[in-house]
């Protein structure tokens, strides 16, 4: 997944070798949930999902970040802001697609309403970004309002979309905790 840096330059982070096997986990959640549950260490490919989230919420505090900047003055120019709201749009979305077809069907199997549930909150997350577009594509642009707004949007955002990737992951990772000791029976 690319990510840009605060000051707009890009970089690209690529997985190399044959595969994602006893990685450190630390760096796939922020709330320290895989490190409780697992000790630290995880062989699943469930850690995609781990490590998007954490470029997603990256991307998130860059964005709000970015929309401060803006509303204090220190940022005079949209355009990045713009830029970093498609990138971090267009990624959210395909993730958001992702579970929704594989990873929550997956869990609906053992945990009953799971899939509409979290399908749910991808709908009302796709509502804030889509308010949000509609901020920064707005005719406010020259109101006085319209920094706070943008930074209070961005904030709404991010605390909604971190909130969601938090429960999801305790969920998964209950689910994977189950499917570890009924295998192992």
């Given amino acids: 997944m690319a990510t840009q840096g605060r000051e707009g330059g890009g970089g690209v982070a690529v997985l190399c070798g044959g595969g994602v096997n006893a990685v450190d986990s630390s760096a796939s959640s922020s709330n320290g949930v895989l490190e409780k549950e ?5 062989e ?23 929309a401060l900047a803006y509303a204090t003055g220190q940022l005079e120019d949209i355009q990045p802001l713009l830029k970093r709201y498609r990138f971090l749009r267009s990624v ?25 549930t979290y ?14 577009f509609e ?12 920094p706070r707004e943008l930074a209070s949007c ?23 905790e189950a499917r570890a000791i009924t295998s192992s029976l």
Avoid: W
């Fill in 38 to 42: 697992t000790g630290g260490k995880q």
């Fill in 44 to 66: 699943s490919p469930i850690l995609f999902f781990l490590f998007f989230h954490k470029a997603i919420r990256l991307e998130l505090d860059a964005l709000h970040h970015s």
């Fill in 92 to 116: 959210y979305k395909h993730h958001c697609h992702a579970e929704d077809e594989v990873i929550f069907p997956a869990l609906d199997i053992r945990v009953k309403n799971v899939a509409p």
């Fill in 119 to 132: 399908s749910l909150e991808h709908k009302g997350e796709n509502d804030l970004f889509d308010h949000l």
């Fill in 135 to 146: 901020i920064l594509n707005s005719e406010k642009q020259n109101c006085e309002r319209f």
């Fill in 154 to 176: 961005t904030g709404a955002l991010q605390t909604s979309v971190s909130q969601h990737m938090s429960k999801e992951e305790e969920q998964l990772l209950r689910f994977l």
